[in-house]
Structures are given as C-alpha cells and as structure tokens.
T-cell receptor
Framework: KNQVEQSPQSLIILEGKNCTLQ??????????LRWYKQDTGRGPVSLTI?????NTKSNGRYTATLDADTKQSSLHITASQLSDSASYIC?????????????FGTGTQLKVEL | DTGVSQNPRHKITKRGQNVTFRCDPI?????LYWYRQTLGQGPEFLTY????????KSRLLSDRFSAERPKGSFSTLEIQRTEQGDSAMYLC?????????????FGNGTRLTVT
C-alpha cells in the first residue's frame, strides 16, 4: 500500500531559527515528490517539486532534499518567520493508477513564535 | 483573481439535510479533483474529472455523494442525507493536462459542519 509518513507531527520554533521537516514514503513506482504549504483555513499551495534525479532544490528560504534510495525527503526552512506558521504536507506521485496518482502525508504543523 | 474558487466557504447544516458545494477551477485547466480533509490529516481523494468526464471515484465516495462537471468548467459536489461524519473541509483542485509536472491548484475549501 502506498504510504507517506511525516515527522514530527507538530513543531514549535522561535522566529529566526531553522527547522527541518521529514517525509518517508513507500510509494512505488515513484514519479515525483512535492511539498505543499497549507495556511489555516486555506487550500494547500505548492512550494517545490522533486523528481527522481534531483537531490536538492531551493525556493527562497525553503530547501527540499530527496534521497530516492532510502525514499526520504526533507524540507528545511531557514530563518523562520511568523508567516511560516502552517501545515507542511508531503505529496508523492506515482506513475500507475487512474486519476488518483497522489498520496498525501498527514502534514507537519509548524508554529513560529516570537 | 484567476485561482480556484469554492463556494460557500462555510456551511452549517442539520443531519439529514442535503448540501451542494460549487467549484470554479482555473479556466484553462481540464482536470478537476475533489478532496476531503479532516483536522490534522492530509487531503483524501474523492473524485476526479477530465473535462466533463468523471474518470475515478474513491471508495470514500458513498452513494450519498455525487459530483458533476456538466460543461467541463465548474463542478458541484452534493451530499445527500448528511451525517455528522461528513463534517470536514471539502477541497477542490485543478490542473492542466500536463499534470505530471504541474502542481494541483487548490481552492480555499468549503468547511462543512453537520449538527
């Protein structure tokens, strides 16, 4: 069964600090992995996409990594801001199946405090 | 605003009533998805349209749920005889045909509360 597990479930950090969120997956065959940010009461918004051949990709203060051998990804947030408070969801796409090719993680709830 | 639009944003209804939600996707997107999300969980797939054709339905979509996309543009999701377990955020998303490289564009959802 395709699964995506994220850790930690929740995290509280002080503004300006860095943090790293983890994503482990068992989705096969793998197509790509995407990180979404979901603010409270809003829909998820894509931050970055990782394909099989990519190890690291940055989008501003967000840096995603992918180890396709161990089936792990991480999202590193640098110099956190209050606006980073949100749920971060890891989504893995497979190449098989019908329209539903995506497996969603349950998200990491990040809170950035003063 | 050319993003995905969902209406209403909030809906409170009594158990047993019917409700209908609307989704207006990004105009050039052929693919449209409905998801359900409960607190502390990721979105769960409900159904998927390519243009007006409903190509896949999750087992989560019981007989009380029906979705339509009559002209391949907007979509509606109807829940009949609502139950308290239907309380959730219902998210709509759209993407272009080249879906593999494209993210899903989500609306801000309709939050349903069944009392």
């Amino acid at each position: 069964k395709n699964q995506v597990e994220q850790s930690p479930q929740s995290l509280i950090i002080l503004e300006g600090k860095n943090c790293t969120l983890q994503c482990n997956y068992t989705v096969s065959p793998f197509s790509n992995l995407r990180w979404y940010k979901q603010d409270t009461g809003r829909g998820p918004v894509s931050l970055t996409i990782m394909t099989f051949s990519e190890n690291t990709k940055s989008n501003g203060r967000y840096t995603a990594t992918l180890d396709a051998d161990t089936k792990q990804s991480s999202l590193h947030i640098t110099a956190s801001q209050l606006s980073d408070s949100a749920s971060y969801i890891c989504v893995v796409r497979t190449d098989t199946g019908g329209g539903n090719k995506l497996t969603f993680g349950t998200g990491t709830q990040l809170k950035v405090e003063l | 605003d050319t993003g995905v639009s969902q209406n209403p944003r909030h809906k409170i209804t009594k158990r047993g009533q019917n409700v209908t939600f609307r989704c207006d996707p990004i105009s050039e997107h052929n693919r449209l998805y409905w998801y359900r999300q409960t607190l502390g969980q990721g979105p769960e797939f409900l159904t998927y349209f390519q243009n007006e054709a409903q190509l896949e339905k999750s087992r989560l979509l019981s007989d009380r749920f029906s979705a339509e996309r009559p002209k391949g543009s907007f979509s509606t999701l109807e829940i009949q005889r609502t139950e308290q377990g239907d309380s959730a955020m219902y998210l709509c998303a759209s993407s272009p045909d080249r879906e593999m490289d494209s993210p899903l564009h989500f609306g801000n959802g309709t939050r349903l509360t069944v009392t």
